[in-house]
Structure formats: C-alpha cells, structure tokens
C-alpha cells in the first residue's frame, strides 16, 4: 500500500476577522458548505463510481463534523441562513494514484475569496481520503481563524518644503526620492501580511496636496475599493534636515485611525526612503 502523501500548492490565501458578540464575548462563526464534486479523468477501466461517492460522502461528513466540533465555528444550511462565510470545492482524480482537491473559502459578506487553494494526495483508498480530509479541515479552520488583511490604498507621498531653496530648482531629484519613499513603503505594509494594497490609478494618481484637503483621499480610497487610506508627507526644514509624518483614515467614515511623526531627523535627501519604512514599520506594522 502506497504511503498517502500531501502535497500543498497554494494560489493565494486570504483570511478573515473572528466576529464577536456585541458583550465582547466570541460569538459562533456560521459555515455553510457545499458538496464538493467529483470528476475522474484518469481514464482507468474499472467504473468506481459507487466508491467514489462513498468516499467523497464520507469526506463531506467528517469535514463538517470536524468544522462543528470547533466551538468557534457552527454549520449553517446556506449562505442565506446567517452563514458568514462558505465553503465550497470539487476532487478530481487525474491518475490511478493522484488525485486533486480544490478548496475555497468565501466572505459571503464582503464577497471575497479568503481562501483559494489547491491539494494532491496521492491513492485511491479510504485511507489516502481520510487524510486527504484532516489535512483540508485543518487549511479551512486556518483561514477562518486569522485576521483578515486590510485593503489599504497608499497615496505618493508628498514634500512640503520649507526651505529658502529656489522653487523648481530640485525638483527632478525630489520626484524621485518621493518615488522611492512610496513604494517602500508599500512594500513593507504589503509584505507585513497585515495589508491588501489597492492599485492606485486614474484621476487619483495625479492628485495633489491630499496633505490639505481635510481628509479627500478616505473618499477616493474608498472609491478604489480600498478599507482604508494613508497619505505621508516628507518635510524639507534644512538640505540635510527632515521630518516625515503619515495619517490613515477609515475610508468609509473618513477616521483617523493612525499617525504618525519621526521628528526631526538628520540625512541627505536619499535618506527619506528607509526613515519613512522604519516610521510605517514601527508604528502599523510592529505596534500590531
């Protein structure tokens, strides 16, 4: 007997929010899930369907079972009965030995996928089915139990100088510092796990001054489909002094629900990258 072996590719994996009670206390997350389907494409003579049915009845069975069985969670009957997030999904056996599982996980809510995976298991028996399905209940608790990431559209960041300096005079070499600031920090609140960025595009790319205009850019944020905006200024005081600051707003209600300040720091205008990843790191990336 062949040894049943898992083997994991993940396409993307998005997770959601545990919701509570309006007490505080944790409330039952309500499951709704499907019977997955089945194709054999292995083009084996034997017909197995009967087998088939069996074991993918059984997997369906003890999936739930294992999902209801964790106080966190309860079956719902569908979507449409307070279910809060479903699951849905579909094996397909390729070969005499291989066989691929397809699992996602739906926020019904916000209609996102939070979970999109892919599974080989390797045989055809009860044995390789039933670890085919502690494997897969273990995935789906995983993604239901975790924090979803925050869809966040970065704005550029933006200089405020307050310098003696000619206008215009730097103003290539300042386009590109500010460049560089925002796609570190991009990259580090994208790579924290904690954050979605949203594609910036359009109108909203070649706004200015969103410093100014008394929180605009949570309503283009939201527009973008974004939860919530951050804009950064860097502010020139001397050519070998800055301060950076940033402010993120809920885009619905237009909240403040972070800032923050470096203070005055020493550098070269080259500088302003790392001291604006360290800031964002420090106060929404560490801070958490």
């Not at 009965?81 to 070969?95: C, L, P, W």
């Not at 570190?184 to 070649?206: F, P, T, W």
């Not at 860097?234 to 600051?245: A, D, I, N």
Request: a neutral charge; glycine letters at 8%.
């Amino acid at each position: 007997m062949h040894r049943t072996r898992l083997i994991l590719s993940a396409l993307f994996f998005l997770v959601l929010p545990v919701a509570t009670s309006p007490a505080g206390a944790e409330a039952a997350i309500g499951v709704a899930m499907d019977d997955f389907s089945y194709t054999d494409t292995s083009a084996e003579p034997a017909n197995q369907t009967a087998a088939h049915e069996r074991r993918l009845s059984a997997f369906m069975a003890a999936l739930r079972r294992d999902i209801g069985a964790d106080g966190r969670y309860r079956l719902a009957p569908s979507a449409q009965d307070g279910a809060a997030f479903k699951v849905i999904g579909g094996i397909q056996k390729t070969s005499t030995l291989v066989q691929w599982a397809k699992v996602a996980v739906i926020d019904v809510g916000a209609k996102k996928l939070v979970m999109d995976k892919l599974y080989t298991f390797r045989g055809d028996n009860d044995e390789s089915w039933e670890r085919a399905e502690i494997f897969v209940s273990r995935e789906v608790m995983a993604a239901l139990g975790t924090p979803a990431p925050v869809a966040l559209a970065v704005f550029d960041f933006e200089l405020e100088d307050t310098t003696a300096a000619s206008a215009g005079a730097s103003a290539a070499s300042d386009a590109s510092y500010l460049t560089e600031v925002t796609a570190g920090v991009r990259e580090v609140l994208s790579q924290s796990g904690r954050y979605r960025i949203v594609e910036i595009g359009g109108e909203a790319a070649k706004a200015h001054a969103l410093r100014d205009c008394n929180g605009c850019e949570a309503s283009i944020a939201q527009k973008l489909g974004a939860d919530q905006s951050l804009i950064g200024v860097v502010r020139r005081v001397s050519r070998t002094e800055y301060t950076l600051g940033f402010q993120v707003r809920d885009a619905r209600t237009g909240a403040v629900l972070a800032r923050g300040d470096s203070g005055l720091r020493m550098g070269a205008d080259y500088s302003w990258k790392r001291g604006a990843v360290r800031l964002v790191s420090e106060s929404l990336v560490e801070s958490q």
